[in-house]
């Protein structure tokens, strides 16, 4: 085997409890991730010569050692001492930056990737442990699942067996968020504890979508709307679509809304579409 074609996909937090802050700078977490059908495509080709290389034609994805791909393999053939390199082709279709762990989920990839590209054959364990030194979203994307409990940094996964399939209407502004800001604005007295994962997810297990959409939850919304306050108008357009619910994805801009079906997501699209680039019509994967 000298290439492999792999699908990344994104993730939405439909619900994220920031619980405490570290010792070690990080917050303890609780969220609920589900992956959906919004994909990068990788494409990883062994280069004998030794070399990692990135391509990408994204204007704001680094081709060099500072992009996750690049760094998992770096990784990986330190540790195994290996003489081969490897070609990451990157097309880009996760908005960058946006709450969706596009970056994270090519570094996932990238592991899985390689650990038969390499013929590494890497447990579980092992992967999930370089996934981790890679990032906090990034050992969700081992797993092979639609949903799971993160806790931890979010980088603890417990995946939910869950049949539970729902669509969102996905829109993305054109404002850039970084994570680490967003929680060093995180003011912990204002984030109300007394919303329990517990109840969200016998809700989830239930496909119970009008209470889904009531507990809907996101504690970084008030410093993601503190550092870019345009964020609240487009939450609100949002808002009078008359969905579920609408809560930012991780560290934001982007912002979903829970739909009843595929039909009223794709027309939430359209109304959006007409003002606004990055709109996407998506559902669990
Ligand atoms: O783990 P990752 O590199 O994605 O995190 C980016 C930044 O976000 C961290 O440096 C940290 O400041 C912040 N963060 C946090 N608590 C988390 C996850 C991320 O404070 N659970």
Redesign the pocket.
């Known amino acids: 085997m000298r290439s492999l074609s792999l699908r990344s996909p994104a993730k939405l937090n439909l619900f994220l409890q920031v619980v405490n802050k570290r010792p070690d ?3 303890n ?1 609780v969220t609920v991730f589900e992956r959906i059908d919004l994909f990068d495509d990788l494409k990883l080709t062994l280069n004998p010569s030794g070399d990692i290389r990135v391509f990408c034609d994204h204007p704001d994805v680094p081709t060099d050692s500072r992009n996750l791909v690049f760094k998992a393999a770096q990784l990986l053939k330190d540790d195994f001492a290996l003489q081969e390199g490897v070609d990451f082709v990157i097309k880009k279709r996760i908005p960058v930056a946006a709450g969706l762990a596009g970056g ?1 989920s090519n570094a996932a990839t990238a592991l899985l990737g390689l650990s038969r590209l390499w013929k590494l054959d890497l447990t579980r364990r092992e992967l999930l442990a370089y996934a981790r030194t890679l ?3 990034v050992p969700f994307f081992i797993y092979d699942c639609s949903w799971a409990i993160g806790t931890g ?2 980088d603890r996964i417990k995946p939910l067996i869950l049949d539970t399939k729902l669509r969102h209407i996905l829109f993305v502004p054109s404002i850039k968020m970084y ?2 800001e967003v ?2 604005a995180v003011n912990l007295e204002l984030t109300k504890t007394n919303d329990d994962v517990n109840i969200f997810n016998r809700s989830l297990k239930k496909s119970d979508i009008s209470a889904i959409g009531g507990l809907l939850r996101n504690d970084l919304e008030s410093s993601i709307i503190k550092l870019a306050p345009d964020l609240r108008k487009f939450k609100d357009h949002m808002m009078t679509l008359n969905t579920q619910g609408v809560s930012f994805s991780g560290s934001g801009p982007a912002l979903f809304g829970l739909t009843k079906n595929r039909q009223q997501a794709e027309e939430m699209k359209d109304i959006l579409q007409k003002q606004y680039s990055q709109v996407f019509a998506v559902r669990t994967f």
């Open positions: 700078g990080y917050h977490l994270s990032g906090s979203d940094r979010g994570t680490k929680f060093a």
